[in-house]
């Protein structure tokens, strides 16, 4: 449309042009003087007759010229207070995650319970409860395309305080029952591995024991006592000042139980030094610390999708950055009140926040183009929020207080984008 801007000019030249030439003519100079003294005399007293809407149509056209010649408005200042809003909101979801990988639904009841000195539990709470947050990078190592992750699943069930109530045990006999999960465990298990505790032993001659291992079965008749079939036995030393755990297969055993529920009544550990003591620690009452420990290893294979870390848009708390950017987030499950997660105590999460403008300069060029075209359709703007998150490792307990070493997904923030 510029030729219409050259014919405007041309228009206003010639009008001045025309009355630059009227005014040097003296006739029509002083019919012009009249002619405009008459008119602001017009305008004056219109202004005395309706000073309101004078006043109106002088507000009207000075809004209109602030409108035409008003600077774009300048953008909201970075905000702390959706920061913590945004740190708030990344925690709830990350126990909404806990507790829905899990199966729980809600935080199991941990009253009474005492964490076993077993030194595989041990071992594991030792390696994840460090004085720091391990960094997101060591967390879980990297994978990719063609390797299948192998999932894999401790579970630690403690022994029960009472056995099937339907069996009769005779006197001086402790029976080891412990409650299995049929839908979580039937098919799954590679491992099962029974932990039991032996004294300690002052006398020389006791220091191999001998241990034995029987599975419980039903009489034909319900009123006679339990039969007791051996499964295994074996010889092991014991610590003669401290006492030690010692470590009883039972795969076979277990795969029994899997394959026919209801012969799960149980099994029983005799370990007995040379004058008939028992060495072995049977009765949880006893010693809660040292309770007898079923640990099952299950497997599943999956493929996932490659992963690799990124910290290029780490960002602090004591910055001020409006673009979108991860910031960092120690999540403390003991000041959640969450003491049925074992460990990690506290761990490095991560969480996603900023403004994602339309100008937002983009390292790639169809990350742009995708932008334009889904913001000419979208009713709102591109969001920040997680691009790539990562698992991490968790030793808890259920609702059956059974410890479980498991992978829970999508728990640590690796990168933060616009979409």
Not at 20 to 39: D, L, T
Not at 200 to 222: A, C, G, N, Q, Y
Not at 317 to 345: H, M
Request: charged share 25%; with cysteine.
């Amino acid at each position: 449309m510029q030729w219409v801007r050259y014919l405007i000019l041309a228009s206003v030249l010639l009008l001045a042009t025309v009355a630059e030439a009227e005014r040097k003519r003296p006739g029509r100079a002083r019919h012009s003087g009249k002619g405009n003294k008459k008119n602001r005399d017009s305008e004056m007293q219109r202004e005395a007759e309706y000073p309101n809407e004078t006043k109106a149509a002088e507000q009207t056209y000075h809004e209109a010229h602030l409108r035409h010649h008003r600077l774009p408005a300048p953008s909201p200042p970075y905000c702390c207070d959706q920061l913590e809003i945004r740190k708030n909101l990344r925690i709830e979801q990350i126990k909404d995650r806990v507790l829905r990988a899990t199966g729980l639904l809600t935080p199991p009841n941990m009253t009474g319970v005492v964490i076993s000195q077993n030194p595989n539990i041990q071992g594991i709470i030792e390696s994840m409860n460090t004085t720091e947050p391990q960094p997101t990078y060591m967390q879980e190592p990297p994978y990719n395309d063609d390797e299948p992750e192998i999932k894999t699943e401790k579970i630690f069930s403690p022994v029960e305080p009472a056995p099937p109530p339907e069996i009769r045990i005779p006197d001086g006999v402790e029976v080891l029952y412990f409650k299995l999960n049929q839908e979580q465990l039937n098919t799954r298990v590679k491992r099962a591995i029974l932990h039991v505790w032996l004294k300690p032993i002052t006398s020389e001659l006791d220091r191999i024991v001998p241990i034995s291992v029987f599975k419980v079965t039903r009489p034909e008749d319900p009123e006679d006592y339990i039969i007791l079939h051996e499964v295994t036995t074996m010889s092991e030393s014991v610590d003669a000042r401290d006492g030690n755990w010692v470590k009883i297969g039972v795969y076979k055993l277990l795969q029994e139980w899997l394959n026919n529920p209801s012969d799960n009544l149980g099994l029983v550990v005799t370990a007995n030094d040379s004058e008939g003591r028992r060495v072995a620690v049977t009765n949880p009452v006893e010693n809660p610390s040292n309770a007898p420990l079923l640990e099952i290893h299950t497997e599943e294979s999956r493929r996932n999708r490659n992963r690799r870390n990124s910290s290029r848009n780490q960002c602090t708390t004591s910055q001020i950055e409006s673009r979108c950017c991860r910031y960092p987030l120690l999540v403390n499950f003991v000041e959640l009140g969450w003491d049925f997660i074992v460990a990690p105590k506290v761990y490095e999460a991560n969480f996603c926040n900023g403004e994602c403008p339309y100008l937002y300069a983009h390292k790639y060029a169809h990350s742009a183009l995708i932008q334009k075209m889904n913001s000419t359709n979208a009713k709102h703007g591109p969001c920040c929020g997680a691009r790539k998150l990562s698992p991490m490792k968790m030793l808890y307990y259920d609702h059956d207080h059974k410890i479980k070493f498991d992978t829970i997904q999508d728990m640590v923030v690796d990168r933060c984008g616009c979409s």
